[in-house]
């Protein structure tokens, strides 16, 4: 019984699309993918939204801080359920105090600071992994119908 | 090694030329539509002179010398010119990789001794290939000038001003409001409220496909800036899925008057302006 519960809370990946982003340009095409997926898998209107949001302000902060990096896009699956994973890694400069950086307001580029408080508000799982000087992982999931 | 290539090449210019004119003519059955047989020789001369006069043996293996600049200068005009005129990248390409085969030909009847015509082929194979890369590169770069040219014309006219009412504008914003975009839309605003003397006006973003914090904050920056001219700044068009995720975000709108459709911020500013629309009497007659 606990192995089954155990497989259902396993996170499949069933598909995998790796893109690049290097500059402000590449933006609005990424987003398109996301959202082609997003409707691939039935995700309800305001979840892609949601997520294509979330999507938007990851990718920014990868290129105005991160210097740019690649974006990992899959269709993954838990049990019934089935998501879109984003995965944003870039060799920037890296975050010295992710807390305070996941704090409204907080910005070191005289932003809003919504952009990572907002995202993990937005979407199901959120999780930030960075090394100072070395870069930083942000990886995201949107359930269909989370 | 008593092949000489500069002294071949100079022996027989002409009759490269020639080869090369057929060859050109043969594959692309002359596009005189796009370009006339007299413009093609002269572009094809311009770049046989040039090569003969910069190639030697030392070069020959040396696609990156600067020997050449001249000769990918030309390379860089020509294909330029060819995405401009239409010509698709492989008639572009065949062009070039046709001059290759005359130099070849060419080679073939001159060198005698078979291990140093397979020699210098081979050398010339890389270098022409080299330069047949270059001219797809910089024909990409030609079609990228023309859509970059065009991305600045669609923002341009995508973001008119539209005087709805005596001293209401209205800016119906569609696709994505990036730094540039904000710039033509406060400006263009902007002008237009001094030159109407308006003072109120909507910004609808129905058009809009996503409204991040970058988004919102340009949004932000524009409401001020017509506020310090005086005016009220409404936005318009701001759907339900859009106005949750802007909650989520965190983004404060507060501030500003939004309004779900145009038509209720036209009717919100007819008020501001004491304004009153309404249907005439029935009259009734006897
Ligand atoms: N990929 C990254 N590499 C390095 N630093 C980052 C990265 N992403 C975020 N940061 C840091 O975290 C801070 C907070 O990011 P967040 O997206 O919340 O706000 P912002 O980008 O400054 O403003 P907003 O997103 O509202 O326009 C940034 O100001 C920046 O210092
Ligand atoms: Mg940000």
């Known amino acids: 019984m606990k192995r089954i519960l155990k497989m259902i809370a396993t996170i499949i990946s069933l598909n995998k699309d790796p893109m690049p982003v290097a500059r402000e340009q590449d933006v609005v095409p990424f987003r398109n993918r996301v959202k082609e997926y997003a409707v691939k898998i039935k995700m309800g209107l305001v979840n892609q939204t949601k997520l294509i949001t979330a999507a938007s302000e990851l990718v920014r902060n990868m290129l105005r801080y991160g210097g740019g990096g690649e974006v990992l896009i899959e269709v993954v699956s838990r049990g019934r359920d089935s998501g879109i994973r984003l995965t944003f890694k870039d060799d920037g400069p890296g975050i010295p105090d992710i807390s305070l950086a996941l704090k409204d307001g907080y910005s070191t580029g005289k932003s809003l600071g919504l952009g990572l408080p907002g995202t993990k508000r937005l979407v199901n799982e959120f999780d930030i992994k960075s090394e100072v000087g070395k870069g930083t992982k942000v990886t995201i999931i949107k359930w269909a119908n989370g | ?286």
């Not at chain 2, 020789?41 to 030392?58: G, P, W």
């Not at chain 2, 023309?146 to 973001?159: A, N, P």
């Open chain 2, 1 to 286: 090694m008593g092949v000489e290539i500069t002294k071949i090449l100079k022996k027989s210019q002409a009759a490269l030329l020639e080869r090369w004119m057929k060859n050109q003519l043969a594959d692309m059955g002359l596009r005189e539509d796009l370009m006339s047989n007299e413009d093609l020789r002269a572009e094809s001369e311009e770049l046989i002179n040039a090569l003969v006069k910069s190639l030697n043996e030392k070069n020959l293996s040396e696609p990156g010398s600067s020997d050449f600049d001249h000769v990918i200068e030309i390379l860089g005009g020509i294909s330029i010119s060819r995405a401009r005129q239409g010509f698709s990248p492989r008639e572009t390409g065949l062009s070039i990789i046709s001059l290759k085969e005359a130099l070849i030909e060419l080679l073939q009847e001159s060198v005698t001794d078979p291990k140093e015509l397979v020699d210098i082929s081979l050398k010339l194979h890389r270098l022409m290939d080299s330069f047949v890369i270059t001219t797809f590169e910089t024909f990409i770069k030609g079609r990228e000038e023309v859509i970059l040219r065009q991305t600045d014309e669609i923002s341009e006219i995508s973001t008119p001003v539209i005087r709805v009412w005596e001293g209401i504008l209205a800016l119906p914003i569609i696709g994505t409001l990036d730094s540039a975009r904000t710039q033509v839309v406060m400006e263009s605003l902007l002008t237009e409220i001094v030159e109407s003397g308006s003072s109120v006006a909507i910004l609808d973003i129905s058009g809009v496909p996503t409204v991040d914090s970058l988004v919102a904050q340009h949004l932000l920056k524009t409401v001020s800036a017509t506020r310090l001219m005086g005016a009220e700044c409404i936005i318009s068009g701001i759907r339900p899925e859009i106005a949750q995720t802007i909650v989520h975000l965190g983004i404060d709108l507060s501030e500003i008057v939004t309004k779900a459709t145009l038509a209720s911020a036209l009717l919100y500013a007819f008020k501001t302006l004491r304004l009153e629309v309404r249907k005439p009497a029935v009259k009734t007659s006897f």
